[in-house]
Antibody, heavy 118, light 107 residues
Framework: QVQLVQSGAEVKKPGASVKVSCKAS????????ISWVRQAPGQGLEWMGWISCQTGNTNYPQKFRGRVTMTTDTATRTVYMELRSLRSDDTAVYYC???????????WGQGTLVTVSS | DIQMTQSPSSLSASVGDRVTITCRASQSINNYLNWYQQKPGKAPKLLIYVASTLQSGVPSRFSGSGSGTDFTLTISSLQPEDFATYFC?????????FGGGTKVDIK
């Protein structure tokens, strides 16, 4: 079965960077893209971008352009999301999701809590 | 960006009730409308995509309808495991955007 397993919780100081991983199994890795979505405490869902696991092409929304980088490692079937210049309002649970069709998350990771605090 | 407006933001219902949640897009999204269920502390789960296609493994009491800008999620007979928060999402154009959510709790 499809599984996306994310790395563990992180605590970072303002201005630092965080890199979250998402290891995929149970399907042909290069056949699907991965989106990253975050959810601040008690809030809704916010799309952070998408990466093709076949080509490495990315699509980031204006809000995160220049501050986020998504990469893949085909050998280990792992996708990474790095967010730089962290602020307190970046405190959130970060999810990776396998896109079964365009920007539609059919399978999700368990989430990674990133806490930004001085 | 396309704005997604869900209503109501919360509702109370009983087991066996028929529940309807609506979602409106700020412009036409060509039926690229998805519904997710999220329980506390868990990742969202895809229920319905492209407005009315039931995701594999999702019970048939869930259904979706609508086109253009107005969409509906219906739960025909609410079950105890359905108490959760439901989000709509447009996937017609980047950036994909989500509604604010509808929390369904026990009356």
């Amino acid at each position: 079965q499809v599984q996306l397993v994310q790395s563990g919780a992180e605590v970072k100081k303002p201005g630092a960077s965080v890199k979250v991983s998402c290891k995929a199994s149970g399907y042909t890795f290069t056949s699907y893209g991965i989106s990253w979505v975050r959810q601040a405490p008690g809030q809704g869902l916010e799309w952070m971008g998408w990466i093709s696991c076949q080509t490495g092409n990315t699509n980031y929304p204006q809000k995160f352009r220049g501050r986020v980088t998504m990469t893949t490692d085909t050998a280990t079937r792992t996708v990474y999301m790095e967010l730089r210049s962290l602020r307190s309002d970046d405190t959130a649970v970060y999810y990776c999701a396998r896109d079964i069709v365009s920007y539609t998350g059919g399978d999700w990771g368990q989430g990674t809590l990133v806490t930004v605090s001085s | 960006d396309i704005q997604m407006t869900q209503s109501p933001s919360s509702l109370s219902a009983s087991v066996g009730d028929r529940v309807t949640i609506t979602c409106r897009a700020s412009q036409s999204i060509n039926n690229y409308l998805n519904w997710y269920q999220q329980k506390p502390g868990k990742a969202p789960k895809l229920l319905i995509y492209v407005a009315s296609t039931l995701q594999s493994g999702v019970p048939s009491r869930f259904s979706g309808s609508g086109s253009g800008t107005d969409f509906t999620l219906t739960i025909s007979s609410l079950q105890p495991e359905d108490f959760a928060t439901y989000f709509c999402q447009q996937s017609n154009s980047a950036p994909p955007t989500f509604g604010g959510g509808t929390k369904v709790d026990i009356k």
